[in-house]
Structure formats: C-alpha cells, structure tokens
C-alpha cells in the first residue's frame, strides 16, 4: 500500500478540519418533516427542502409503496434496454404538463439532469452563458461540453449582455444562457424577465434550474419562469425537494428535443431508470402541488418565510434579503457557523453551518429554510432559540 497517499489523504482531513471546514453527517431516525428525532431527541428541522412538507407525507409514502407493489423495486436496467415501464411515461408526461412543456426526460437526480443537457446539445461552434453562481452541476455539465464558455456575474445584467456580446462577435452559432432559477445559498430568485429581454435581443437560448423553485414559486408552484411570466428552452429540476422529497431529476424541453436527449444523454443512456417508488411519490407530489392544496401549501409557505424573516431582523440577525423560502443567517465566520448550529441543536433546533467550499471563504451561514409544514408556533420557536444562542455566541 503506497502510504505517502493515505498520509496525504489524512494531512487534507486534518486541514479542512482545522478550519472549521468539517461537514459531519448528523444521523436522523424518523421520517424528514418539521419535526425529527435526532440522537434520540425530538428537534425543530429549519434545513430541509421540503418546501411544501410533502417529504414524510403519509400519501406520498402510500404512493410510493404502492407503486413498488405494482412495479416492484426497479428495474435492473436502464431506460433504453429494459428499463422504461408505464409508470416512467406517466411521469414524464405529468410533469411536463404540469409545468407547460411539451416533453420531459427523467434522470436518476438533477445533478445528472444538468450534467446530461449541455454535451448532447451543444457543440464547439456554440457558447454556454452561465451565471457565475451557479449550481455546481451546471459547472460540471457545461465543464463536459464542448461549447465555448462564457461566465456573467451574479445576476448582473450589464455583465450579462458585455457576455452575450462577446458571444455574438466570437461567431457562436447557438448561444444558451445558463442560470439557477432560484440560487440554492443565496435565495435569490433570477431576474428572468432582463435574461428573457437579452436573450430576445441577442437571439440566445434559456436554460433553468428550478430545483429551488418546482412546486412552490409562480402561479401554481410552475416555478421561477412562471412567477416571471416568460418562457423558457431547457428546465431541470428535482424530485428531491418540493416535489415529495424522494429523489430523481427531470429536464422539460421540446419534444425534438428531449427525443434528442433520449439518444444522447450519457447520464439517461448509462444509468438505471428511476425506482417505481420514485415515480409514484414524485406522481402523489405534483397532483397535490398543482391543485387548491397546493395554493393553500404556498400560502402557508410564504406567511411562515414573512413571520421568520420580520422576527429575526427585528432580533438583529443579518439576514440576505429576499422572498424565497431559504433565509441565510449570514455570519463570516466557518468556526461561528459551526458553534451557532450546535448550540442550536442543543436548544432543540436542528440548522447546519454552511461554508466552504459550499460558499464563498468567508460568508459562512445558516442556510434556513421554511417549510409549509412549520406552524407559527415552531417559527416563534426557533427564533428564540436563535436570540438565546446568538447572544451567548455574541452575534447579536
Ligand atoms: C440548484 C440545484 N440544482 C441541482 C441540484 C441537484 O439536485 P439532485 O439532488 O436532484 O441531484 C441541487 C441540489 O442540491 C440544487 O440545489
């Protein structure tokens, strides 16, 4: 065993754990919710993406069951072998229309959906205009293209368009515009309606990741695009959050083009096809998202954002303003990030320090996120815990 590796791999741990850099798994034993047991304790949860709080929801887990006792529990094969079953049509067909697309391709998660759309798509002759916050799966994705790069500064519109410029005069055959719909640190919600107006202009293409927006922004939950009112060429997105909270991703496009990716796609054509639970629990998911309850969901949602954001300004904290459902607590420093989160845990409130390389050196934070399944009772509650804790750790 060549050990001048293994001592490297240990300095590397040891370094990333002097700089309060460690991310431990904390183990949960019941389902996600408000509500989790975690080391035996019953803790508020303010970290989940479980926006709508469908993920431990009883119809969503009977959806699921339900479904493997149908189709059992996958299908040992990817989707152009043996692997497509009914039930995979049925949800590509749902959730396309759900979300006002004319098709729609499955992949195992949307780390693989945006990993997949770019290479099959997009080529030497083309450009990629990616936000420069972007999620790290679009990085990858357009990091396995061969389409010439272009990086815009966060949602800075002026950037933007000197980019799409250069695009334009470099001789880009097509050009596609890159952005997260909601950024998944930040909660900041893209400026689609500029993107669309420079894209009309520079005749580009819009890809979006809505992983942090299906199910709860727009009308109807349809996502950042629709709470813009524009149209848009390429989505991804995830069953992994607001959507049941199980797993999967999903690209919606036009059909040519999804038909496309259905040949191309390495991470479609090389992977299994996703579990029948999968497909039944995400299915449960959309039907309640696109209906009265979801409206009902989505109200809850945003009165619960708007209660913990006016408590925890009032209380001092420095908060990234907004109206997404993810409220970071900003706090600098990694060390302090982690101190904060474990005193929370202590008072009974399960939030985890978010630092680098997550995000920037430097703007470590409690990433929190709300939940329609919190009641006022559990926001007032965590905001005390975060007053009691912030004032011990001198934060405020
Ligand atoms: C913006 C964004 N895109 C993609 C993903 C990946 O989603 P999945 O968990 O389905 O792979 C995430 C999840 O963290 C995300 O926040």
Redesign the pocket.
Known sequence: MPTAFHDRVSTELADIDSQGLTKPERVIASRQGPVIEVGGRKVLNFCA?NYLGLAGDDRIVEAARAATARRGAGTASVRFICGTQDIHKELEAQVAAYLGFEDAIL????????GGLFEPLFGEADAIVSDSL?????IDGVRLCKAKRYRFATSDMDDLETQLKAARAAGARDIVIAT?????MDGYIAKLKDIRALADRYDALIMV????ATGFLGPQGRGSFAHHGVEIDFL??????ALGGA???FICATSAVVQLLKQRARPYLFSNALAPAVCGASMEAIRIAQGAEGDALRGQLTANAQRYRAAMTEAGFDLLPGEHPIIPVMLGDAKLAQDLAARMLELGVYVIGFSFPVVPRGAARIRTQMSAAHTFDHIDQTVAAFKQAGKELGVI
Not at 107 to 114: E, I, K, P, S, V
Not at 180 to 184: H, I, L, M, V
Not at 209 to 212: I, K, L, Q, T, V
């Open positions: 993406n992949f195992a998660a949307a780390f693989d959906a945006n972007n999620h790290a799966s679009i997260d719909g909601a950024f998944s990741d809505d992983c942090h991804t997105g995830t069953f992994g959050k797993m999967g991703g």
